[in-house]
């Protein structure tokens, strides 16, 4: 049972150079409980399918398709309504937990503003609410915490106050951008841990956006690539990881180092990320790809469904891997 | 015997925090009892958290930063003592490559002029086209193409960018290169292209690299030795394999095992017993080993001594009390 549906999802951007496309006709589902990684390199369009489906584009965005909750249609839904459900019933914890937080307010009436706004709470139960909420999270001195403002705070004490705050009505989806990537690796590790936590004990869906395969192979159930705005490959983590389907997928993970094989030489891919505003015709991977035929500059390949929830968008068929090893 | 390039001697660097009208002077030290030496031809790698001082360490032997007290000995040498004067013959020598590719790469300035600066400087004796033929080949070598000579930096992607502060590096033949997390900010795919090149250049050129990251794997994938920093200290250093196969300080088995790792078996089967809390404040530093506020081993005697750095064989060093228990 899906509780979000995303179909046919568009995001473009009009530039003083024209028309941009972020995101090109991504569609998913997240069920109860499970945790999805969105995967891609920067400007894949990872973190704006999220905004889009959330309301919140840049003014020069506009989303196209659906994007449905609980059966109810996300996008061109009213502010008022929108309200009712963002950072209620969804909520988002963003990569900088520096820039996320009022620098003026202290904490403690950034973590009552939600609950009053979404839960009718007076303030003073909001307050003993917040606290709770910050103990949960494994916040030291919660009650203490509370009264500070965010620059007396770490990075990763700011970190757990967004969550503390992004949980706090205990959302359905928990959308992650990010989240641990301005962390040092002892406190992104405690932080992975506490969202593991959170699907295990209350349910909650998390979607979580980052560029680290580490990060997703420790925590994600199932995984969507994306590349140049595009959905590329989606499924399983573990089928994903050790038999990659799309040659782009393959290639990010044989960019990635290992701290066990460190003798390894990495393989790159070649080239760079295309610009989204000039796109190269057909598959916008194809002059990166060490398998592109005549076909994939000419026609873009449909993300196609295979068979246990797998899905590749790729004209190549073969085995991935071969190709270095017979030459 | 004379493998040995550098040699750094109780390093220490402190900065001043300047107080206000009711606020004490402060002092943050940055690094303190940095002692180790590099031979010809190594990869040492420098891993911590941030505000460890990796950095600092760095520019300090570059003398980019004056430290405190302490000795850098280059070739004989004691760069301390030296003065920006008598420094800049061994300016060519000792190169750096910086994090940030673009903010590091001056926008006035083509991508030729940008790379032959240093030559400019530096080498005096050679003659425009002679620079302009070195540039050339440099530019070959990083994986540049020779129509980008004219062309600037806000044309470039990071990983391009990184490239020509790569060739900019290696223009005057150094002997010695810090790379201050040269990869951090760049994508994943095009992050392993600039690994590769790094190890391709220090064979080709047969240089000396010191690799500092906070990105354990990384580091890791291009290390002979490792050391490890704690607020401003050496933990443990040790070669590269020692180190991940063996950790010997609680801090080192800690930040092995919160390491992501990119294998989905694999990290369902670690246990995270991750270390509680963060690091301290460098200005306030807690007494005795700067660990024991989060270390599983610390005792009293963590909190009133400070643990000396213990040569344990096969130029191994640890800072530890408790390293033989665990």
Request: neutral net charge.
């Amino acid at each position: 049972m899906s509780i979000f549906e995303v179909k046919g999802l568009s995001v473009n951007f009009t530039t003083i150079n024209g028309e941009v496309k972020a995101v090109n006709n991504v569609s998913f589902n997240i069920a109860k409980g499970e945790t999805v990684a969105i995967v891609g390199e920067s400007g894949s369009g990872k973190s704006q399918t999220v905004l889009a489906a959330l309301g919140l584009l840049a003014e020069n965005g506009h989303a196209t398709g659906s994007v449905k909750f609980e059966g109810q249609e996300l996008l061109g839904l009213e502010i008022k309504n929108l309200n009712k459900i963002r950072g209620n019933k969804i909520s988002m914890v963003f990569q900088d937990p520096m820039t996320s937080l009022n620098p003026f307010l202290r904490i403690s009436d950034q973590m009552v503003e939600v609950l009053t706004l979404h839960k009718g709470m007076n303030k003073k139960a909001a307050t003993a609410e917040a606290i709770r909420m910050l103990d949960a999270v494994r916040l030291p001195d919660a009650s203490q915490v509370i009264t500070r403002f965010p620059h007396e705070l770490s990075g990763g004490m700011r970190q757990r106050v967004m969550i503390a705050i992004a949980l706090s009505c205990e959302p359905q989806i928990l959308i992650a951008d990010e989240p641990t990537t301005a962390l040092d690796v002892t406190v992104q590790a405690q932080m992975l841990e506490l969202f593991k936590g959170l699907t295990k004990d209350f349910g909650t869906s998390l979607i979580l956006i980052t560029h680290d395969l580490g990060v997703v192979a420790g925590i994600a159930d199932r995984m969507m690539v994306m590349y140049a705005g595009k959905m590329v490959e989606k499924g399983n983590v573990d089928e994903t990881f050790y038999s990659p389907k799309n040659p782009y997928t393959f290639g990010l993970l044989h960019s990635t180092p290992h701290i066990d094989d460190p003798e390894k030489r990495l393989e790159p891919i070649d080239g760079l990320p295309p610009s989204l505003e000039n796109l190269p015709s057909g598959c916008a991977f194809h002059p990166r790809c060490a398998y592109s035929m005549e076909r994939c500059l000419i026609e873009e390949p449909k993300l196609i469904v295979e068979k246990n929830g797998r899905s590749n968008a790729c004209f190549y068929k073969g085995k991935l891997g071969d190709k270095e090893s017979s030459e | 015997m004379s493998n040995i390039l550098l040699e750094v001697n109780d390093l220490k660097k402190t900065f001043p925090i300047s107080g206000g009208m009711f606020v004490k002077k402060q002092t943050l030290t940055a690094i303190e009892d940095i002692s180790f030496s590099l031979t010809k031809g190594e990869t040492l790698g420098i891993v911590g958290e941030s505000g460890c001082g990796k950095s600092t360490l760095g520019r300090c032997i570059l003398q980019l930063l004056e430290p405190d007290s302490g000795q850098v000995v280059w070739l004989g040498d004691d760069l301390t003592k030296l003065g920006w004067r008598k420094m800049r013959p061994h300016r060519k020598d000792l190169q750096i490559i910086f994090q940030d590719p673009l903010a590091s790469l001056n926008p006035r300035l083509t991508v030729g002029e940008i790379i032959a600066d240093p030559l400019r400087s530096l080498m005096p004796q050679l003659n425009q086209a002679q620079r302009q033929q070195k540039v050339l080949a440099m530019m070959k070598s990083v994986g540049l193409l020779p129509e980008m000579i004219s062309r600037f930096p806000h044309e470039f992607s990071g990983g391009q960018a990184q490239r020509i502060g790569i060739a900019r590096a290696l223009i005057t033949e150094p002997k010695l290169i810090i790379c201050d997390e040269p990869v951090s900010a760049l994508d994943v795919s095009v992050q392993a292209q600039i690994l590769n090149l790094l190890r391709d250049i220090k064979d080709e050129f047969g240089l000396t690299l010191i690799f500092i990251s906070h990105d354990l794997s990384v580091v890791r994938h291009v290390s002979d030795r490792i050391m490890v920093l704690y607020l401003g200290r050496i933990a443990e250093l040790a070669s590269s394999g020692d180190l991940y196969d063996e950790p010997k300080h609680p801090y080192t088995k800690a930040l092995l095992k919160a390491v992501p790792v990119p294998d989905p078996i694999k990290a369902r089967e670690r246990t995270i017993e991750g270390l509680t809390g963060e690091i301290p404040s460098p200005i306030n530093p807690p007494s005795g080993c700067t660990f024991r506020t989060r270390c599983p081993m610390a005792d009293k005697k963590c909190a009133k001594e400070r643990p000396q750095i213990d040569d344990i064989g096969r130029g191994r060093l640890i800072a530890c009390h408790h390293w033989r228990k665990g």
